[in-house]
T-cell receptor, first 117, second 114 residues
Framework: AQTVTQSQPEMSVQEAETVTLSCTYDTSESDYYLFWYKQPPSRQMILVIR??????QNATENRFSVNFQKAAKSFSLKISDSQLGDAAMYFC??????????????FGKGTKLSVKP | ETGVTQTPRHLVMGMTNKKSLKCEQHLGHNAMYWYKQSAKKPLELMFVYNFKEQTENNSVPSRFSPECPNSSHLFLHLHTLQPEDSALYLC?????????????FGEGSRLTVL
């Protein structure tokens, strides 16, 4: 069975600085999707970025980028020029392309990011 | 502004009560989901509906009963719950059950069972 591990329960970053959140996963599959979701306090969870395993190029969305290392099964999220609004819980998630429901995302336990002014 | 609305946002109930959580999406999606979010645990998928038909039930106790009358509405009926059922219950929707698609979440219903 697939697992997702986020080894950093909490992280802190100074405003305007860069922070990297770690995520590792375990799978025997060759094709899958990886996601980072953001959950601000008392707000809905939203998708930050998505990576398809068959694509070698790392996904980028404005200040958010990933470092996808398929062989190492690592999928870290880099937030550049951190802003106060980036403070949230960040969840790494995995989804197999083989059968099952789209909702069958396998989530990590999350990393709580604090941004200091 | 979220396209997925959950009510109530907070609910306190006794173990013998019967209550319901409601989820409504205005995104034209066909798939809807219930997740349970407990502190320091990964999100747990509970139920999945595709085009109003339940396609997943992840070994959820029968004291949780979902209902999906149409593609826009999803309910979670609660009865004789236990204190360990206290958690944040998240509803989500997506455009069909396609691979790699994005889930859109509601803000959640915070449930406390006394």
């Amino acid at each position: 069975a697939q697992t997702v591990t986020q080894s950093q329960p909490e992280m802190s970053v100074q405003e305007a600085e860069t922070v990297t959140l770690s995520c590792t996963y375990d799978t025997s599959e060759s094709d899958y999707y990886l996601f980072w979701y953001k959950q601000p306090p008392s707000r809905q969870m939203i998708l930050v970025i998505r990576q398809e395993a068959y694509k070698q190029q790392n996904a980028t969305e404005n200040r958010f980028s990933v470092n996808f290392q398929k062989a190492a099964k690592s999928f870290s999220l880099k937030i550049s020029d951190s802003q106060l609004g980036d403070a949230a819980m960040y969840f790494c998630a995995y989804r197999s392309v083989y059968g099952g429901s789209q909702g069958n995302l396998i989530f990590g336990k999350g990393t709580k990011l604090s941004v200091k002014p | 502004e979220t396209g997925v609305t959950q009510t109530p946002r907070h609910l306190v109930m006794g173990m013998t009560n019967k209550k319901s959580l409601k989820c409504e999406q205005h995104l034209g999606h066909n798939a809807m989901y219930w997740y349970k979010q407990s502190a320091k645990k990964p999100l747990e998928l509970m139920f999945v509906y595709n085009f109003k038909e339940q396609t997943e039930n992840n070994s959820v106790p029968s004291r949780f009963s979902p209902e999906c009358p149409n593609s826009s509405h999803l309910f979670l009926h609660l009865h004789t719950l236990q204190p360990e059922d206290s958690a944040l219950y998240l509803c989500a929707s997506s455009l069909e059950d396609s691979v790699g698609g994005e889930l859109f979440f509601g803000e959640g219903s915070r449930l406390t069972v006394l």
